[in-house]
């Protein structure tokens, strides 16, 4: 892909995961966080084989963890042939070379874990061209790391004077792609516009929410298409758009990149055009997996992101998939302990706060075995017939 790609052949290649159990985080919370960081490396290539966690106010600014937990990692990995330990934060330049000093392995952090899986996906020159600017953009504070066996300076003919580190010249390399490659972006966005420009009259909608929830599932089913989805992180990369039609009403669906919890703000900002999708659309529509236990912190993450896009306040509809594999665990009647989402039914949860989301309309549906999708359909029909008709009030069409 480019510089920055570095786990594109690794196959099952084993690895440890780290994290921090800082002030604000549970235990419970710091767990389902390594879960997800464990799917990220199983979709990069890499299986996990241990965890590693340690309870501290903040990070070590040095070495992200304690010199003990340091040292007990670095016993595990040399006594189980371990060569990659991913940890669950950004770590700093300095911190990912002090790191890689003491375990003398393969440090990548979350953010590198995540550009290397959207390096992966990435089909259209659109994607490739957009994943590289951030893998290069992340690469360029980190060269000290990656070249001190060449920061020596040449001496020799034509090389008097001060002369220039091998890494100057790798740094002024990696500018000139960055360079490069933000007017390729350019002139991308600007044939992205003419061709949103050219979709005329119809209404846009696009399909947003975390990652692995189902948008490309439903896509599919709504616009009879076959758009690419996998129960793997980020199976969708480019923005594709559909012409669906419901009953006799024809709008346009996009289907977009999933959001994630700490998602490299590098990445926000090289996929710009794919949030410009979002951006301007009508109607947002917003999937949540009701299976998944923390769908509500997902929710969450995926409206903080669109609030930075500027983009919170569309029209949404909430869809609540995988309603087939929703477990209800019903509460004992002596157990004092607060309720879960997991301890109401789906009655009780159409009746929850859920159902009454900032005044979006929810439904809540299976994708997979096809059920309810009539009333989503009736919904949908009735935001957009409603959008259709305040933009083209005189408008000669028949409902």
């Not at 994607?127 to 066996?149: D, I, M």
């Not at 969708?236 to 709008?251: A, S, W, Y």
Request: with cysteine; aromatic share 8%; net charge negative.
């Amino acid at each position: 892909m480019g510089e920055g790609h570095i786990m594109v052949d690794a196959v099952n290649e084993p690895c440890v995961l780290v994290s921090v159990i800082s002030q604000g985080t549970t235990e419970a919370q710091a767990e389902e966080y390594l879960d997800e960081l464990e799917f990220l490396a199983l979709t990069a290539g890499s299986i996990a084989q241990k965890r590693f966690t340690q309870k501290v106010e903040k990070p070590n600014p040095k070495t992200y963890i304690g010199k003990g937990k340091l040292e007990e990692i670095r016993a595990y990995i040399s006594s189980n042939s371990i060569d990659v330990v991913i940890f669950d934060d950004e770590l700093s330049p300095s911190q990912a070379r002090n790191i890689e000093f003491v375990l003398e392995v393969k440090i990548l952090d979350r953010n590198h874990l995540i550009l290397d899986i959207f390096a992966s996906r990435a089909r259209t020159a659109n994607a490739k061209t957009q994943v590289e600017l951030a893998q290069l953009q992340y690469l360029l504070p980190r060269l000290t790391n990656l070249w001190t066996h060449l920061d020596r300076q040449k001496g020799g003919i034509g090389m008097r004077g001060p002369g220039e580190t091998e890494i100057e010249t790798d740094r002024r390399i990696i500018q000139d792609k960055i360079a490069l490659l933000k007017e390729r972006l350019k002139k991308i966005d600007k044939q992205k516009t003419v061709q949103r420009g050219n979709r005329g009259q119809l209404v846009r909608t696009s399909l947003v929410g975390y990652t692995n929830v189902g948008k490309s599932t439903i896509m599919n089913m709504l616009s009879k298409s076959d758009v690419f989805a996998e129960n793997k992180l980020f199976a969708t990369l480019d923005t594709t758009v559909r012409k669906v039609v419901i009953g006799n009403l024809p709008f346009l669906m996009a289907d977009t990149v999933g959001f994630i919890r700490k998602l490299p703000h590098l990445l926000i900002d090289s996929f710009k055009s794919t949030l410009d999708e979002v951006r301007e659309s009508d109607l947002l529509i917003h999937v949540l997996d009701i299976s998944h236990p923390s769908f509500e912190d997902h929710f969450n993450v995926v409206k903080d992101t669109l609030a930075e896009i500027d983009d919170s306040s569309k029209p949404t509809i909430v869809i609540f998939n995988k309603i087939d594999a929703y477990v209800h665990e019903k509460k004992d009647d002596d157990d004092l302990t607060p309720m879960e989402p997991k301890n109401y039914s789906l009655e009780d949860l159409k009746k929850t706060w859920m159902a009454k989301l900032e005044n979006s309309k929810c439904v809540f549906i299976s994708a997979k075995n096809k059920e309810n999708i009539e009333e989503l359909k009736e919904v949908i029909y009735s935001d957009v017939k409603t959008i259709f008709q305040e933009r083209y009030p005189y408008h000669n069409f028949l409902y």
